[in-house]
């Protein structure tokens, strides 16, 4: 009723029943993330889909007792004293992880989440699966909102990259924080191309902040690689600057002097250092639980050309692993499959480019260069401090609608659907 009703989904450029569709599809996914995590991740201590679940139930028990404890653990206010530790805090598992290198942690967002849906879902699981998924159809909807007049042509195509590449669909389709991060990214973007648009609206810019500090509170690292392409898209549609690349460049280079000298600007927040410190948590902690999808990654040196030299190696490993080797367990073919599929799309678009097959307006320029822009950025942060190959694939999922989006941009169907004429859903 609610993708009928609301204008929001009425106005999405896609049909009631392809919306429907897709739900459906994304809620079988929820189901599928479940019965996994329930089938390999038996121990609900280690298993993100439950351990949150489990201590927001701590959470949710005061608002019975001690309704105003409830309420300030909930909105953060005045709750980080020594009363609220010994009397909650203690009783959870992950409210404060081993490991925390992030300027906030988001542990706390997700486990408050999960004690705000508890309020109607009564501790039902399935509840909280349905609300994650319902937040990141939201999410996902808005992005394709935002990118669906510059793909008129590919509009079934533009669907596909946005809600149904494997690993988006899968990790955001339960109660994990890659469902709220793409419901935060999602109404970001969509509110920021409302607000270039020139039209005043006191609206987009409450969702523009909030989506915002979501996105801080959730997954800190992403805003930090999302940020300087807002900074970026901003300029070139406020100035009409012709050759976006140029701008883009400049602002990752800004950007790129800013986080190496972080340490001296208030609030001497040291990035270099976090990221250095971050990788060598990673790696001790891969060492302690020995996943299976470890590998080695080059050690961090705190300095501009340590970093830099490292830079191509950590985003190759976000393309490629994990690698199709001997011993892969089966629960990585899914994955090797989506690289490779993703490797060949890649190589199609980039014979176009060359061929000079597409020409992209102004518009589509900008957009392409902050959707490149923010995928290699993502891939540049989590490649350097991440030595797990199943981490990587879930920590990448971000990046994978716009990684589609920059393919789709130069990927040509009209000869495939005009001989085949069962692919004209791409259109």
Not at 56 to 78: C, H, Q, R, T, W
Not at 220 to 246: D, E, N, R, S, W
Not at 391 to 412: C, D, E, Q, S, W
Request: aromatic share 18%; net charge positive.
């Amino acid at each position: 009723m609610v993708l009928k009703k609301w204008r929001f989904f009425r106005n999405s450029g896609l049909s009631t029943k392809g919306l429907w569709i897709i739900f459906s599809i994304k809620l079988g996914a929820g189901l599928f993330l479940t019965w996994v995590y329930s089938s390999y991740y038996t121990n609900r201590l280690e298993a993100d889909i439950f351990k949150y679940f489990d201590d927001s139930e701590v959470m949710y028990n005061a608002l019975a007792s001690k309704p105003v404890d409830f309420f300030k653990m909930l909105f953060s206010i005045g709750n980080d004293t020594e009363y609220f530790f010994k009397t909650y805090y203690v009783e959870m598992n992950n409210w404060d992880p081993i490991y925390d290198t992030n300027a906030y942690n988001d542990s706390h967002t997700i486990i408050r989440a999960n004690a705000l849906i508890r309020i109607f879902s009564m501790g039902n699981f399935y509840i909280h699966t349905l609300a994650f998924t319902s937040l990141s159809m939201i999410g996902l909807t808005a992005l394709f909102r935002s990118f669906k007049n510059l793909f008129q042509n590919k509009k079934g195509a533009l669907a596909i990259v946005i809600f149904l590449i494997p690993s988006v669909l899968f990790w955001s389709s339960g109660a994990l924080k890659e469902s709220i991060l793409l419901f935060g990214m999602g109404v970001l973007i969509y509110s920021l191309n409302k607000l270039t648009e020139n039209r005043l609206s006191i609206k987009h810019y409450i969702y523009f902040v909030l989506s915002f500090a979501l996105l801080f509170y959730i997954k800190f690292y992403v805003l930090l690689a999302l940020a300087p392409c807002i900074l970026g898209f901003i300029i070139v549609v406020k100035f009409k600057i012709k050759y976006p690349l140029a701008v883009y460049l400049s602002v990752v280079l800004f950007s790129s002097i800013l986080a190496f000298n972080s340490d001296k600007i208030p609030p001497h927040f040291d990035f270099v250092e976090t990221m250095v410190r971050k990788q060598k948590d990673f790696i001790r902690l891969a060492e302690v639980t020995e996943p299976g999808s470890r590998f080695e990654l080059t050690k961090l040196e705190p300095t501009f050309i340590g970093i830099i030299k490292v830079v191509p190696e950590a985003v190759l490993n976000c393309f490629i692993r994990p690698l199709p080797q001997k011993g892969n367990r089966l629960i990585y073919l899914p994955s090797i499959v989506e690289n490779i599929t993703i490797l060949l799309a890649l190589f199609l678009a980039l014979f176009s480019v060359i061929k000079k097959k597409v020409t992209l307006t102004w518009e589509a320029k900008n957009m392409f260069w902050f959707s490149l822009v923010f995928t290699l950025l993502l891939f540049t942060i989590i490649g350097l401090t991440t030595p797990v190959s199943g981490a990587l694939v879930r920590y990448k999922v971000p990046a994978l609608p716009f990684l589609g989006i920059v393919i789709l941009f130069y990927l040509n169907f009209d000869y495939f659907t005009e001989k085949y004429s069962f692919l004209k859903f791409l259109k």
